[in-house]
């Protein structure tokens, strides 16, 4: 594809009269699907966390130590995020978003073959959790470039016009790497016996995503680099300085929307979708079967509610969508919680209802992309989502962990608090920011 050709593609990203056409779509489609696989790999850990929990520490340990560790290590995975998220977005705003889009899922689907290669605590002792944590290590580098070098991929890429539909389909495709980890969880503990799973079955899941991981390194060959980046290249307008130096000294304001706004993500997917199937097991003695043919409902439900959230935000708004969306999780997930363990039928009913409102997680890059400018965005959206999803995503099982020992209704109340922030965060006017994807002019002031 030659310069021009670029320079045209982002003169018509910016256009508001043209529509999708057949390269957004197959760029969009291979975006998704390795982003789908990605995540697969980064959460399939969760829906094992039980089974890893006795495989890799001792027998003799209390068992509510023993899903802390189990935790701990799910939480280092996040807490790697913002050094993979700013190295990373650093490259992609100096070399390219392609290039790094490509690396981020080779580097996670190496470790996800590893760990389904691993021996136990049984066969070699302290050493197994000791490897078990460095490949999440590696893992969460990984998604800490992945998920915002998606969504600038594809926010760089699409007309003004559908940019909120396309950044919420993406992140539908994101979100569907959950619901496949959810299905291939309820396979397993469906043809599988509980000392199957145990004994060899629990490592499926894992080779899968590493051979899967790797097939989307090779289908990423075929995106082309965003025609945004390429203007800044021609332009000569690619940072100079260190990215991260920019973003600390001149957008400090955006930053900081970014990661409270991050922090409420965090609350949606963590607590209502990843940890939940353990909640419902471990509190309510609800069957594993069961718990996750719920969440695999409420997972589907949300990747449709992105997909609408991303729609309407293009017709009415976002912030009118962020109002509606957190306000509606507000309500929603109260009332999941405070039914449990019901009947299978109004479980199922209401963890779907709750799902479909996690969907509003689809405005945190549709409000985070749009409010860095074109030299720094990799960088800034990086360093923001990154930073508050280590902090809160990783400490978030953590805590829950501790304050369920006093209150069964700790994850209602945390996700309800952050549900009420998101909210807030909807009335401040970064939330209604107008798109503004192609580079500024050569030699002028970038705002943000």
Known sequence: MTAKAFADGAADAGSPGRTLGRRDYKTLALSALGGTLEFYDFVIYVFFATVLGALFFPTDMPDWLRQLQTFGIFAAGYLARP??????????????????FTLSIFLMAAPTLVIGLLPTYASIGVAAPLLLL????LQGAAIGGEMPGAWVFVAEHVPARRYGFAVGTLTSGITGGILLGSLVAVAINTHYTPAEVSGFAWRIPFIMGGVFGLVSVYLRRFLHETPVFQELADRRNVARELPLKTIVRDHRGASLFVALLTWVLSAAIVVVVLYTPTYLQKVHHIPATLALEA?????????????????ASDRIGTRPVMLIGWGGLLITSYLFYTSLPGTPSSLVWHYGLAGLF????????????RAFPAPVRFSGLSFAYNMSYAIFGGLTPVILTVWLQHDVMAPAHYVGALAVLGFV???????????????????????G
């Open 83 to 100: 050094v993979g998220g700013i190295v990373i977005g650093h490259f992609g705003d100096i070399l390219g978003r392609k290039r790094m």
């Open 134 to 137: 460095a490949m999440r290590v």
């Open 295 to 311: 969440n695999a409902v409420a997972t589907l439900m949300l990747t449709i509610g992105c997909v609408i959230v991303g729609w």
């Open 358 to 369: 996690v969907g509003s997680i689809a405005t945190v890059p549709i409000a985070g992309v």
């Open 425 to 447: 965060l909807g009335l401040l006017p970064m939330a209604a920011r107008g798109h503004a994807m192609r580079a500024a002019p050569a030699g002028s002031k970038i705002a």
